[in-house]
């Protein structure tokens, strides 16, 4: 047991290791524990000897990390931000402090699913402080910092810390009032997108299907770009098909609530990208406080998926 405790390398250097590999830096992590770039790398160069390999290329000026190192901070990652999350969780309860956690979440997602659930989230997490914050760009300081972000895109499935929360489903969507008035029932065809008005975001964002990229996958015509009307605002938009103003194309986890309730009626065909959705992301993997409230989110949205 001796030995094996002797064999560990020193905390400090994992921890120092983990910001190094996190922020791409040693200057940035010098600064993130407030310290010194020589003394970072000092305990990188003995944490590299105690292992016995290269963590980091340091050639051509930049550094950057070795297979060794990836492997290493995979590994670690999420331990260090469970030790960490357990003892802020130990020092809060002793003060009687609750928990904060913050969410960052894209638009559509943060008002049409998030929002209208935060209620039942703070039922389930009563001691929790939660802060969400509706975020458009994937890039803004909020989502990067939040314990808990949720974005819209490609799932690649090999960045650490992430997970794909709801793969993405799509399908026209109407109002009762707006299907009666144009015989619109069940199945969507050639005939309907051309006389039909159409629904469009003004904004071409590669990631997201537009109404040519679905037809496309649903082996229909282009729907009618001159026809309807054009949002920059996806919550807008589906306010206005529950208005009656035309079809929309409904992201299955994004809809679910108003064809619920009756505003909206969803539409044949459908079409899944199961490599897109919503993709949650966490600088805190298996946190005694972050986990529990991501395993919700997951049940939630997978029992409005199968409900």
Not at 29 to 36: D, I, N, R, S, Y
Not at 189 to 208: E, I, T
Not at 274 to 288: A, E, K, P, V
Request: aromatic fraction near 8%.
């Amino acid at each position: 047991m001796n030995n094996e405790r002797k064999s560990l390398p020193s905390m400090k250097s994992l921890v120092v290791f983990e910001s190094v590999f996190r922020l791409g830096s040693m200057t940035a992590a010098a600064q993130e524990h407030g310290t010194t770039q020589p003394v970072v790398s000092q305990r990188i160069r003995a944490l590299e000897e105690d292992v016995g390999c290269a963590l980091f290329d340091r050639s051509g000026g930049r550094l950057s990390p070795t297979g060794q190192g990836r492997f290493l901070y995979e590994e670690i990652s999420s331990a260090l931000s469970k030790i960490n999350t357990s003892l802020d969780k130990l020092r809060d309860d002793s003060l009687d402090i609750a928990p904060s956690v913050s969410i960052a979440a894209n638009f559509g997602f943060a008002h049409l699913w998030l929002l209208p659930r935060l209620g039942q989230l703070q039922q389930r997490f009563p001691r929790y402080r939660f802060d969400v914050t509706p975020a458009d760009s994937d890039s803004c300081l909020e989502m990067l910092e939040a314990d808990i972000s949720i974005r819209f895109g490609e799932f690649v499935g090999s960045r650490p810390n992430e997970m794909l929360l709801a793969p993405e489903l799509v399908f026209p969507v109407c109002s009762p009032e707006f299907a009666e008035r144009n015989n619109l029932n069940g199945l969507i065809d050639a005939l309907a997108l051309d006389r039909a008005p159409v629904l469009h975001m003004d904004k071409n964002n590669p990631r997201w299907l537009d109404w040519t990229r679905w037809c496309l996958l649903a082996g229909l015509p282009q729907a009618q770009a001159g026809t309807g009307f054009k949002f920059n605002n996806y919550p807008l938009l589906l306010s206005s098909a529950i208005r009656g103003d035309g079809l929309a194309l409904g992201w299955s986890c994004l809809v679910q609530d108003a064809i619920s309730e009756g505003r909206l009626i969803a539409l044949q065909p459908r079409v899944e990208r199961s490599d897109h959705g919503y993709i949650l992301t966490t600088r805190h993997r298996n946190s005694c406080t972050i986990q529990p409230v991501i395993d919700w989110l997951c049940q939630e949205l997978s029992s409005a998926s199968t409900g």
